[in-house]
Every structure is written in structure tokens, then in C-alpha cells.
């Protein structure tokens, strides 16, 4: 087996001039410090899932909107475009729920909203959707899905509460 012996005496700076960490080299105190601030910020930026583009406010009225809290997510095609900013109940009867997408994702007056479950824990989201029957025209901002186009979610205690009758038997 050949072993290659590294002449001491060669200079191991690239000829872009930055200079290389070498085996015997050491990160400053200063230098350690900033890499784990940059690498903590893309964590954050990536677990957080933050977005510091613009945005466009709408709502949709739900005849149920239980578990959707401030800061659930809204997706369309399971991607996340969106957060939900508040709910709020309007006559008793409904909520209504005011989300953002960004402002790179135009909603149409054909948009449905649906609440689904994001997990086990029992976590929701809101998904968009668009029926392909409907009008093309451009949801304006702040403009508000009605009740008929949305949908809440399984509501899972119906579900299985129509399974009881085969468990009696």
C-alpha cells in the first residue's frame, strides 16, 4: 500500500484565500458562537415553520368549530399556506374563523374550507379546496366562506356512539 506524506512546508490555503481548518486548527470562542447562532436560526425558521412573507386575511363560517384554536394551520393540498388568527362565534349558532394565506395563493369563490384532524392527539386544521363546479372569480380580502362551503370535522363521538349496537350484541 502507497501512503502519501504531506509536505509541511506547502501552503494549504485555497487560491480564493480563505483559508481551511486544519487538524490542528481551533474555532475561536467568537467564531463557535456565531455558527450555533446561524444553525439555532435555521432550526427555528424550519420547526416553526415561520413565513415572513405578505399575507391575506379571509373567514369561513363553521356550523361547528370545535378544537380549531389560534395558530392551526391551514393547507391546501396538505402544504401549509396559512394560519388561522382568530374564532370567534357569530349568532349563537356558528363560528366564525379568520385565517391568512399568502398572498401568493389567490382563493376563488369556489373555495371549500373543511376542518380534518392533523393528528391523534385530536390537533385540527383547515383544508382548501377548490370545487371544480364553481366560480373562478377571486375571493377579495376579508371576504368570508359562507356556512354552505365549509364543513367541520368527524365529530369521532357520533362515530362511535353508531357502532354501539353491534357492540351490545
Known sequence: AATIALDPQVDSTPATGVRLLGAGDRLSPADAWLITLIATSVLVVTIGNLDFGTSR???????DATGVVKGDDIRIAGVKVGTVKKVEI????????????????????????????????????????VDPAGSDDELGEGDTIKVSKTSPALDLTVLFNGFKPLFQA
Open 57 to 63: 386575511e379571509y373567514k369561513a363560517e363553521f356550523s
Open 90 to 129: 357569530v349568532e349563537r349558532t356558528r363560528a366564525l374563523v379568520t385565517f391568512s394565506v399568502q398572498e401568493t395563493t389567490p382563493l376563488s369563490r369556489a373555495t371549500r374550507a373543511d376542518i380534518r384532524y392533523r393528528n391523534l392527539v385530536g390537533q385540527r386544521y383547515i383544508s382548501l379546496t
